[in-house]
């Protein structure tokens, strides 16, 4: 008997720029896992319906839906990093 495994971790190779990105980037849209309960009205200086992006992927779609409905606050988790800098790239980029 086989068991489903629905969650498998791809490496991928990280382009330069995504490399940076990870650097200059994550420290200014990324959110850090502490032991105590995230205060998200304070991380987002505001208090807003919030969407949890499960595995956004190279995050297209993530930073789509972050300008198509400005008054939501956004939350991605991904654990690919080239998917990761590339997100953090289209963040800068779209403001």
Known sequence: VRTIRSFVRRAGRLTTPQQG???ELWPIYGIEL???LLDLDEIFGRRAERVLDIG????DALIFSTQENPEQDFIGIEVHKPGMGHCLLMARASG
């Open 56 to 59: 956004f992927g190279n995050g």
């Open 21 to 23: 990105a990870l650097v």
């Open 34 to 36: 502490k032991e105590e």
